[in-house]
């Protein structure tokens, strides 16, 4: 692996402070990439990000930004090509889970989850394409979505319909930009340790676990690697593509 493979680029990474995100974001500075985020609420936690991101050698740029607000998400793609000249990535992490049975589930948390996983994916993709289709060599979209987009998971109606939803814009996107040198793609995590799986119920974990044949959840590095790839030039030819990994829980 080129060690400085992204260097003078620019990517936005939304979520990026936190799990998944925050592993992207460092993996992504560690090979010289510039790299924005937002935050919702935690301001401090952004600080303290900009700083290992200051100190790995790389330039950072973050932003308080409702992702689901779609003149906040211009606003922001705008002032980091202001900042940075130009997006050539975009990671689409955000996301927010509100679990319940669909006949117990509230009509707010339906909407919040919808509204910041899939609508948010959607705010940033539109905002961003601008500047990256006045790039030589295009750039990549990658979105998040999760293994529980592609079979669905007890009580997570929504949950599941964003991330399944992310997937179809995956595709269609895919299409429309592929002209434009852009590749679009979706990565499917399963069962990974973060702070949220680390509150699970210990019975829940072990049944999830027994379901899972590489019998272990995965890491963040691994999400991190595996989407650098996908964004990288060694994958301009892939495009359209859902990419599960999970440890084969969705086989």
């Keep these: 692996m080129n060690q400085k493979q992204f260097e003078g680029r620019s990517a936005i990474v939304t979520g990026g402070t936190r799990g998944i995100g925050k592993a992207i974001v460092t993996e992504l500075a560690k090979r010289g990439c510039n790299v924005s985020f937002n935050f919702s609420k935690s301001a401090d936690e952004a600080v303290r990000l900009k700083g290992e991101i200051g100190e ?5 740029y973050a932003a308080q930004c409702d992702v689901a607000n779609t003149e906040a998400a211009a606003d922001f793609v705008k002032a980091v090509v202001s900042e940075f000249g130009t997006v050539d990535y975009l990671v689409n992490n955000a996301g927010i889970t509100r679990d319940q049975l669909v006949l117990r589930m509230k009509e707010e948390d339906w909407d919040a989850v919808l509204d910041t996983n899939l609508k948010g994916a959607w705010n940033f993709c539109k905002a961003a394409l601008r500047p990256m289709m006045k790039n ?17 998971m007890l009580g997570q109606a929504n949950y599941s319909a964003s991330k399944a939803g992310m997937i179809g814009l995956t595709k269609s996107l895919a299409k429309e930009v592929a002209s434009r040198k ?17 509150e699970m119920n210990a019975d829940f974990r072990e049944k999830i676990l027994a379901a899972i044949p590489l019998a272990r959840f995965g890491t963040v590095q691994e999400i991190a690697a ?7 030039d060694s994958a301009r030819y892939i495009t359209g593509q859902v990419i599960q990994c999970d440890g084969g829980l969705a086989i």
């Excluded at 030589?136 to 669905?152: K, R």
């Excluded at 852009?182 to 680390?198: D, Q, R």
């Design 56 to 60: 790995l050698g790389a330039k950072a």
């Design 182 to 198: 852009i590749t679009v793609n979706a990565l499917a995590p399963g069962m990974i340790e973060t702070e949220m799986t680390a």
């Design 226 to 232: 595996l989407s650098c790839f996908l964004l990288s």
């Design 136 to 152: 030589e060599n295009g750039g990549s979209i990658l979105n998040i979505s999760s293994v529980s987009g592609v079979v669905g």
